[in-house]
């Protein structure tokens, strides 16, 4: 055996072509202070053929891989640059900024992962109807462009500006959209957390904070307050909207009422709120109360520092959240869908991050269903008396726990969007609560109950995102990670092109469906490596016409005794065949690298049997082929079977797409002739598949018809040169379907829903190569070797650019 020693000198591959309150009722609850301001290719005449088909191994759950509508899975860090990106976008705004509570409740991370899962079109809230309770609204104010409409109840009269409205500055948190200012004025303008969301405004007659000491409501003043209040809670609940907010209370600490006393007094808005016949309960946001420091008279409760004498005033501990609010601490069943809100301020920090604001009542007893956001020196649309003229339109900044339950609110409305509306209620609760800040200071329940909201930790997957192939959204399933399938090329675009713009879901560790392309889980094998190309440069004519008829191809090393002489009838081999039959990138190229058992006689009649079974790094293949072309023959056939015990036509699966295997048998012929100075040749297989999937999403798949075939003709040019001309079609699919079960999303009660789907297998194009290759044998023992390659539709795809490639070379004997 000689060895050689190949330098390259050039290769080159090119594309080419183109394609184309207080009192006895309800108050609000704020002080609002209103301010002015490569394709696979040929070898020397047919196809290389498919990559050999390795053990499928998923790649390792290093990251997590989330969904995003234009890029595709991304990894977190990837997907945490373009988040970044899109965030300071966000922050950079005036609009923005001008709004402190965004960034305290990271509403730019949360309106990045918006945009990166459905699109730059996608505005916050668009789709989710939010009502408010409240004083009304000014239908007018330029800060209101969309969908906002107002009904008046329990003989409220429209607001005409002679005082603040109440509900237009609530209504602003959530909705406000500076596009409805003049140009000149929209650098004073802010922006509501989620300004896409339909507002409902449910005006009722409201108290006002007049300054008295507190006065907590007794029993009996709320039994004249139940039926009007039940009536406005039927009513509002009526309406068709996801989310209630209510910045409304009544005076009352909720650690100070037993349930008996609650149900007696409020038992019609008990069970409004309660919503018992509902199929899913409309989420109620309720402001905790604003009666921290006020002034209180001895004998109050939670008055301290006060005296036995009436004149000297305490204030109150509110260590706990007033009654409304607190009503899911001693009512049962308005536990799950009712959040108590209490407020941050703007410039008090603990540890540098927002502190619970000194007027807030602290969430206390009721810190199960409690969650603080910002309520200080918010921006609100202002609709009242500015500098002595009433009716004034303007912009200002306002207090209150009214204006921390529209940052929840309109960050629940984001959430509703951002899950097509197909988490429960209850679980957009239970999110909201899970995913809330609860670093120092935040984990003092007492204070903070859940924690200080954060927008953008629930708008993204918490731990890792699985595909279930089970019944519900909290099962165990496969990380998208781990799942993937590599289409051998034999199919081409055909898998992909059937999946493109099919969704998949995977569900995260709450249970909440996060969307991907499913076109991202199938990739193409990449083909034949240039390495692999420049190896096969130096292989030399094809076999078929060099070798003496009755031997293998090409011969393997012999086991044990030297081979005996080519005088005996019958020759057996046993090796490693790297090119078992005549065509390149025919069905048994699938068994390349094969421990391969062979019997060959003179007659022509070859057989052998092969395995790659326990060969690193090879999927599982095996089989038989046997071939007859006699001595000085025109033409031969070959017939064979292979069994891929974890591979189909060279595709592997992973994860959530199960494990596929395949028998295959094929049948080919053989032909070679001599026309003048020219040697032609030519070979072809057609093959039928039986496939077989299981323990995935592929619940069948029929039967598959394959094809495979290359032409050629060789000259000698001269006495050292060679030419030879080649035309071939690499292995592909011509018909076959797969049925799969795709898990698309879940119901509000966390049953997986699916989608069934019938894909193509079989590719668009028809990859064919026209090839050229010279070759001159020099004096000192060396070749030149040449070689132009020309694909149509490389990889079977109709829509791929043809390529051309360039190869090189020079190779001597040493």
């Given at each position: 055996?000689?060895?050689y020693?190949?330098?390259?000198?050039?290769?080159?591959?090119?594309?080419?072509?183109?394609?184309?309150?207080?009192?006895?009722?309800?108050?609000?609850?704020?002080?609002?202070?209103?301010?002015?301001?490569?394709?696979?290719?040929?070898?020397?005449?047919?196809?290389?053929?498919?990559?050999?088909?390795?053990?499928?191994?998923?790649p390792?759950?290093?990251?997590?891989c989330?969904?995003?509508?234009?890029?595709?899975?991304?990894?977190?860090?990837?997907?945490?640059?373009?988040?970044?990106?899109?965030?300071?976008?966000?922050?950079?705004?005036?609009?923005?900024s001008?709004?402190?509570?965004?960034?305290?409740?990271?509403?730019?991370?949360?309106y990045?992962?918006l945009?990166?899962?459905?699109?730059?079109?996608?505005v916050?809230?668009?789709?989710?109807?939010?009502?408010?309770?409240?004083?009304?609204?000014?239908?007018?104010?330029?800060?209101?462009?969309?969908?906002?409409?107002?009904?008046?109840?329990?003989?409220?009269?429209?607001?005409?500006?002679?005082?603040?409205?109440?509900?237009?500055?609530?209504?602003?948190?959530?909705?406000?959209?500076?596009?409805?200012?003049?140009?000149?004025?929209r650098?004073?303008?802010?922006?509501?957390?989620?300004?896409?969301?339909?507002?409902?405004?449910f005006?009722?007659?409201l108290?006002?904070?007049?300054?008295?000491p507190?006065d907590?409501v007794?029993?009996?003043?709320?039994d004249?307050?139940?039926?009007?209040?039940?009536?406005?809670?039927?009513?509002?609940?009526?309406?068709?909207?996801?989310?209630?907010?209510?910045?409304?209370?009544?005076?009352?600490?909720?650690?100070?009422?037993?349930?008996?006393q609650?149900?007696?007094?409020?038992?019609?808005?008990?069970?409004?709120?309660?919503?018992?016949?509902?199929?899913?309960?409309?989420?109620?946001?309720?402001?905790?109360?604003?009666?921290?420091?006020?002034?209180?008279?001895?004998?109050?409760?939670?008055?301290?520092?006060?005296?036995?004498?009436?004149?000297?005033?305490?204030?109150?501990?509110?260590?706990?959240?007033?009654?409304?609010?607190?009503?899911?601490?001693?009512?049962?069943?308005?536990?799950?869908?009712?959040?108590?809100?209490?407020?941050?301020?703007?410039?008090?920090?603990?540890?540098?991050?927002?502190?619970i604001?000194?007027?807030?009542n602290?969430?206390?007893?009721?810190?199960?269903?409690?969650?603080?956001?910002?309520?200080?020196?918010?921006?609100?649309?202002?609709?009242g008396?500015?500098?002595?003229?009433?009716?004034?339109?303007?912009?200002?900044?306002?207090?209150?726990?009214?204006?921390?339950?529209?940052?929840?609110?309109?960050?629940l409305?984001?959430?509703?969007?951002?899950?097509?509306?197909?988490?429960?209620?209850?679980?957009l609760?239970?999110?909201?609560?899970?995913?809330?800040?609860?670093?120092?200071?935040?984990?003092n329940?007492?204070?903070?109950?859940?924690?200080?909201?954060?927008?953008?930790?629930?708008?993204?997957?918490?731990?890792?995102?699985?595909?279930?192939?089970?019944?519900?959204?909290?099962?165990?399933?496969?990380?998208?990670?781990?799942?993937?399938?590599?289409?051998?090329?034999?199919?081409?675009?055909?898998?992909?092109?059937?999946?493109?713009?099919?969704?998949?879901?995977?569900?995260?560790?709450?249970?909440?469906?996060?969307?991907?392309?499913?076109?991202?889980?199938?990739?193409?094998?990449?083909?034949?490596?240039m390495s692999r190309?420049?190896?096969?440069l130096?292989?030399?004519?094809?076999?078929?016409?060099?070798?003496?008829?009755?031997?293998?191809?090409?011969?393997?090393?012999?086991?044990?005794?030297?081979?005996?002489?080519s005088?005996?009838?019958v020759?057996?081999?046993?090796?490693?065949?790297?090119?078992?039959?005549?065509?390149?990138?025919?069905?048994?190229?699938?068994?390349?690298?094969?421990?391969?058992?062979?019997?060959?006689?003179?007659?022509?009649?070859?057989?052998?049997?092969?395995?790659?079974?326990?060969?690193?790094?090879?999927?599982?293949?095996s089989?038989?082929?046997?071939?007859?072309?006699p001595?000085?023959?025109?033409a031969?056939?070959?017939?064979?079977?292979?069994?891929?015990?974890?591979?189909?036509?060279?595709?592997?699966?992973?994860?959530?797409?199960?494990?596929v295997?395949a028998?295959?048998?094929?049948?080919?012929?053989?032909?070679?002739?001599?026309a003048?100075?020219?040697?032609l040749?030519?070979?072809a297989?057609?093959?039928?598949?039986?496939?077989?999937?299981?323990?995935?999403?592929?619940?069948?798949?029929?039967?598959?018809?394959?094809?495979?075939?290359?032409?050629?003709?060789?000259?000698?040019?001269?006495?050292?040169?060679?030419?030879?001309?080649?035309?071939?079609q690499?292995?592909?699919?011509?018909?076959?379907?797969?049925?799969l079960?795709?898990?698309?999303?879940?119901?509000?009660?966390?049953?997986?829903?699916?989608?069934s789907?019938e894909?193509?297998?079989?590719?668009?194009?028809?990859?064919?190569?026209?090839?050229?290759?010279?070759?001159?044998?020099?004096a000192?023992g060396?070749e030149?070797?040449?070689?132009?390659?020309?694909?149509?539709e490389?990889?079977?795809?109709?829509?791929?650019?043809?390529?051309?490639?360039?190869?090189?070379?020079?190779?001597?004997?040493?």
């Amino acid at each position: 055996m000689n060895p050689y020693l190949a330098v390259i000198v050039l290769a080159l591959v090119a594309a080419v072509g183109c394609t184309g309150g207080g009192g006895g009722g309800p108050t609000a609850q704020s002080g609002p202070d209103p301010i002015e301001e490569g394709p696979p290719a040929t070898g020397e005449t047919g196809s290389t053929g498919p990559s050999t088909p390795t053990q499928p191994d998923p790649p390792p759950p290093v990251e997590t891989c989330l969904p995003t509508a234009v890029h595709g899975c991304l990894m977190r860090t990837a997907y945490q640059e373009l988040q970044d990106g899109i965030a300071l976008r966000h922050e950079s705004q005036t609009d923005y900024s001008r709004q402190w509570g965004l960034a305290a409740i990271n509403a730019a991370e949360a309106y990045a992962n918006l945009e990166l899962a459905k699109g730059v079109a996608a505005v916050p809230g668009a789709g989710v109807t939010v009502g408010l309770i409240d004083s009304g609204i000014d239908l007018e104010h330029p800060l209101f462009t969309g969908d906002v409409t107002e009904e008046l109840l329990l003989s409220a009269a429209d607001e005409t500006g002679d005082v603040e409205s109440h509900g237009t500055e609530v209504a602003s948190v959530i909705a406000a959209d500076p596009e409805g200012l003049i140009p000149r004025q929209r650098h004073l303008g802010f922006r509501g957390v989620a300004r896409g969301a339909s507002i409902r405004m449910f005006a009722i007659p409201l108290g006002t904070d007049d300054g008295r000491p507190y006065d907590p409501v007794s029993s009996p003043r709320l039994d004249n307050q139940d039926e009007s209040m039940a009536s406005v809670v039927t009513h509002a609940l009526s309406r068709g909207v996801d989310i209630l907010s209510a910045s409304i209370s009544y005076s009352g600490i909720i650690e100070n009422y037993t349930e008996a006393q609650l149900r007696h007094s409020l038992g019609g808005t008990i069970a409004a709120m309660a919503q018992a016949a509902a199929a899913e309960k409309t989420i109620l946001v309720i402001a905790g109360g604003n009666a921290h420091g006020k002034s209180c008279s001895a004998g109050t409760d939670n008055c301290v520092g006060g005296s036995v004498d009436p004149a000297v005033e305490g204030t109150i501990d509110a260590t706990s959240v007033e009654l409304l609010a607190g009503l899911p601490v001693r009512i049962p069943e308005l536990r799950g869908h009712s959040i108590a809100v209490v407020a941050v301020q703007e410039d008090v920090y603990s540890d540098g991050r927002p502190d619970i604001a000194s007027f807030s009542n602290r969430c206390g007893i009721a810190a199960e269903w409690c969650i603080a956001a910002p309520g200080h020196r918010v921006r609100v649309a202002v609709f009242g008396e500015i500098d002595g003229s009433a009716g004034t339109r303007g912009i200002g900044r306002a207090n209150g726990t009214s204006f921390a339950v529209p940052m929840v609110a309109g960050g629940l409305a984001i959430m509703k969007q951002l899950f097509r509306d197909q988490l429960s209620n209850t679980d957009l609760v239970e999110r909201l609560f899970r995913t809330a800040d609860k670093e120092a200071p935040y984990s003092n329940a007492a204070i903070y109950g859940q924690g200080l909201m954060d927008l953008g930790a629930a708008t993204i997957p918490v731990g890792v995102p699985v595909i279930t192939m089970g019944e519900t959204a909290t099962g165990a399933g496969v990380g998208v990670q781990a799942s993937s399938m590599m289409t051998g090329q034999a199919f081409g675009d055909g898998l992909t092109r059937s999946l493109a713009g099919q969704e998949i879901a995977a569900f995260d560790s709450l249970g909440a469906p996060f969307w991907y392309r499913l076109s991202d889980f199938a990739y193409l094998d990449p083909g034949p490596t240039m390495s692999r190309h420049l190896g096969r440069l130096f292989a030399g004519p094809r076999p078929s016409w060099r070798r003496p008829d009755w031997q293998p191809s090409p011969r393997p090393a012999w086991i044990g005794a030297p081979a005996p002489r080519s005088s005996s009838a019958v020759r057996s081999w046993f090796g490693v065949l790297k090119r078992v039959v005549d065509t390149d990138g025919g069905h048994m190229s699938l068994a390349e690298d094969a421990l391969t058992l062979g019997l060959g006689s003179r007659t022509g009649l070859h057989a052998s049997t092969f395995s790659t079974a326990d060969i690193a790094r090879r999927a599982p293949v095996s089989g038989f082929s046997l071939s007859y072309r006699p001595s000085g023959a025109l033409a031969g056939f070959r017939v064979g079977w292979l069994a891929e015990r974890q591979t189909l036509l060279g595709a592997a699966t992973a994860g959530v797409f199960g494990r596929v295997s395949a028998n295959t048998a094929f049948a080919g012929v053989s032909a070679a002739a001599t026309a003048g100075a020219w040697r032609l040749f030519a070979d072809a297989e057609l093959g039928a598949v039986t496939p077989r999937a299981r323990d995935g999403m592929i619940t069948a798949m029929s039967p598959m018809a394959t094809s495979v075939f290359s032409l050629g003709a060789a000259k000698r040019t001269a006495a050292r040169d060679t030419l030879t001309l080649g035309l071939s079609q690499a292995l592909r699919v011509e018909d076959g379907q797969a049925t799969l079960s795709i898990p698309v999303g879940c119901t509000p009660q966390g049953e997986v829903m699916r989608s069934s789907l019938e894909a193509d297998l079989s590719p668009s194009g028809r990859q064919l190569e026209v090839s050229a290759r010279w070759a001159r044998q020099l004096a000192t023992g060396g070749e030149l070797v040449a070689d132009v390659t020309w694909t149509r539709e490389p990889g079977h795809d109709a829509r791929a650019d043809p390529a051309l490639r360039l190869l090189a070379g020079w190779r001597a004997r040493f």
